[in-house]
């Protein structure tokens, strides 16, 4: 719903404010007072083409604001979201246009957006009829999505089942693709695939194997050198074997024979002695083991040479495949699993493509169930509709809805759908976007609204020029329409007539004032006197007589009557 207006600058506009109401709100006012120019407002901030020649003149730039209230529309707060624009709280939005020196600039909630983010989230809130072009019914596309809705639950449910079975018709044939490569591509990659395991396979890899093979090497090349540190140190920890020098280990026997005999008279050299044999056995042990070692080590040329070919081995791998084994031995494991893929890729493109024409013969099966359903929902549009336009003044207008079948499947089905009208007995059947008459093209919209009242997700209805050329019982007939819809949706309406502004819930004056040599348009809210007050002036003109202000009560008295009943 559309809860607030604002216009800053715009035309005849310096500063003005409309806060709009459930129900019908009706705008009335002199010819030129400035009502077409807060329309024009409207369709700007909703996105259409603008201007720089509707700034005010003397004005920068000019700025419209309007403010929904959209807890009622689904879907909403998914376009917010895939736009980056967080939803509020309390489901309010607002869509911001500037006009300034030759550009433009739309805000949603603020933040600068595209102008088409705002076209995607307006057409779900508001819809202009009238000489505007913002109009659902002019765009050929949307034909089939009234007509669906008119249709109800049955229709709308297997659509989703066509919708259902066209998705999956898309991702399966896009997964066809994916695997559909050449043969020659394929033999290739088979080729490339197949020497690339063999040749990881055949090295016979070990985790952590290079890491062993480094230590190897460094102790092969350094043997020589080992050795001499390693004879020193046996040397220094058990002495000469001439007997030329003692060692470590001797000189801690003879610390230890030099304690033994106090060990029991102190427990302080006690410890001492259990510290220096602690030493010894250690050492004993360590000259041991270095003794063995001295034993078991060689300088082998074949060996280090043999280590070194399986790290260069390892590093040519290392270069092809990975920068360690284990990725070397993951890229083997990928690649044996495509590789594997790739020899059953016919029998996969078999598997799809069976499953492919199931998906494609049950779509079509579907979709001709939903044509069925499509027509009898045409058939009872164009008789409903038919019937309501001749109660709204256009008693020779005969309304179609064209069903055709459309090259190949969509989400929606297999139908394009458009409305044909045409407004006089003998005339043939035209597109509703080649009639001239605003007017109709409101009439025609306000009848479709009527009979998809209970079906139709678009809260707010804006009526445009839908006066044009009637008047007496038919202008009192779409005056009840329009408040008959207004139950049901959030309906404003410009206006001449007194009958469809005597309907009104919120009924707001649209005047000119002239101030300082420039031209202004001003706003007001009526309360009930003066709302009599204009309806007066709507039925005698400039001139308000006590007969005409008596009418125009009585009007209003028969107005309210009318919302107060089933209407």
Request: a negative charge; proline letters at 2%; charged letters at 30%.
């Amino acid at each position: 719903m559309l809860l607030e207006l604002g216009i800053s600058d715009f035309a005849l506009i310096d500063n003005l404010r409309l806060n709009l109401e459930k129900g019908l709100n009706v705008l009335t006012g002199e010819t030129g007072a400035g009502k077409s120019i807060i329309i024009d407002a409207v369709n700007m901030v909703l996105g259409e083409r603008a201007d720089t020649e509707i700034v005010r003149t003397g004005a920068e730039k000019a700025v419209v604001e309007a403010l929904f209230k959209y807890d009622e529309i689904d879907g909403l707060d998914g376009i917010l979201n895939r736009l980056g624009i967080e939803p509020e709280r309390d489901k309010t939005l607002v869509l911001g246009r500037e006009i300034k020196s030759g550009r433009s600039i739309s805000r949603i909630n603020g933040r600068p957006v595209p102008l088409s983010c705002i076209r995607e989230l307006s057409r779900r809130m508001i819809d202009i009829h009238g000489q505007h072009q913002h109009q659902s019914l002019l765009d050929v596309q949307n034909h089939i999505d009234i007509l669906d809705q008119f249709g109800g639950k049955g229709v709308l449910k297997q659509r989703e089942r066509v919708a259902s079975l066209y998705g999956r018709l898309l991702d399966l044939k896009k997964e066809l693709e994916l695997i559909r490569v050449s043969e020659m591509e394929r033999e290739r990659s088979i080729d490339l695939y197949s020497y690339q395991i063999e040749e990881i396979e055949k090295a016979g890899l070990k985790e952590g194997e290079d890491e062993e093979l480094i230590r190897q090497r460094d102790v092969l090349a350094n043997a020589e050198r080992i050795f001499q540190s390693m004879a020193q140190s046996y040397q220094l920890l058990y002495g000469g074997e001439d007997g030329s020098c003692a060692g470590m280990v001797d000189g801690l026997g003879q610390v230890s024979q030099l304690l033994a005999p106090f060990t029991e008279l102190d427990k302080e050299i006690d410890g001492f002695h259990s510290a220096v044999e602690s030493s010894c056995i250690l050492l004993r042990e360590t000259a041991r083991d270095i003794r063995n070692y001295l034993d078991g080590l060689e300088f082998d040329p074949k060996r280090l040479n043999d280590i070194q070919e399986r790290l260069d081995l390892i590093n040519g791998l290392k270069r092809k495949y990975g920068n360690t084994i284990e990725e070397i031995m993951e890229y083997c494991r990928l690649k044996t699993a495509e590789l594997a893929k790739l020899k059953n890729n016919q029998r996969e493109q078999d598997s799809l493509g069976k499953e492919i024409a199931w998906i494609e013969k049950e779509l079509e099966r579907e979709c001709g169930v939903l044509t069925g359903l499509r027509k009898e929902a045409a058939d009872y549009l164009a008789k409903n509709v038919t019937s309501e336009i001749a109660k709204l003044g256009m008693t020779n207008g005969s309304f179609k809805v064209c069903l055709n079948p459309t090259n190949g499947f969509t989400a929606k089905g297999g139908d394009s759908v458009e409305f044909m009208f045409s407004a006089n007995l003998g005339e043939p059947l035209k597109h509703l976007s080649r009639i001239a008459s605003g007017g109709e093209m409101s009439r025609i919209m306000l009848a479709i609204k009527t009979c998809l009242a209970d079906t139709d997700s678009i809260p707010t209805l804006i009526f445009d020029e839908i006066d044009a050329g009637i008047s007496g019982r038919t202008a009192q007939v779409v005056a009840q329409q329009l408040a008959s819809v207004s139950k049901r949706r959030q309906v404003v309406c410009v206006t001449h007539l007194p009958q469809i502004a005597a309907m009104a819930d919120n009924h707001y004056l649209i005047s000119k004032e002239e101030k300082d040599g420039h031209t202004y348009t001003r706003l007001k809210a009526l309360d009930r006197q003066d709302r009599v007050r204009e309806l007066a002036r709507l039925l005698g003109g400039t001139k308000v007589t006590n007969l005409t202000m008596e009418h125009s009560e009585e009007m209003l008295k028969m107005a309210e009557n009318l919302k107060n009943s089933a209407l």
